[in-house]
């Protein structure tokens, strides 16, 4: 029974999270289909594109760990 709750409450968050775009377009983590490769590669192609375009880019990294 419990699992079954578990289940209807999850759907129901995540439709409601899709519907409002929550959390943002731009997250990865915790979403099906996603991965860090795909912040990877966002990250290489807007890099590619300063490049080409001749602009100038700040990355600024942070890597949170739970201590």
Do not use: G
Request: aromatic share 10%; glycine share 0%.
């Amino acid at each position: 029974m419990s699992k079954l709750l578990e289940k209807i409450i999850y759907n129901r968050l995540n439709w409601y999270a899709t519907q409002y775009k929550f959390p943002s377009l731009c997250q990865h983590s915790f979403k099906k289909h996603h991965s860090t490769n795909d912040c990877y590669l966002k990250i290489e192609t807007k890099v590619i594109e300063t490049l080409v375009s001749k602009q100038l880019m700040i990355l600024i990294s942070l890597d949170l760990q739970k201590s």
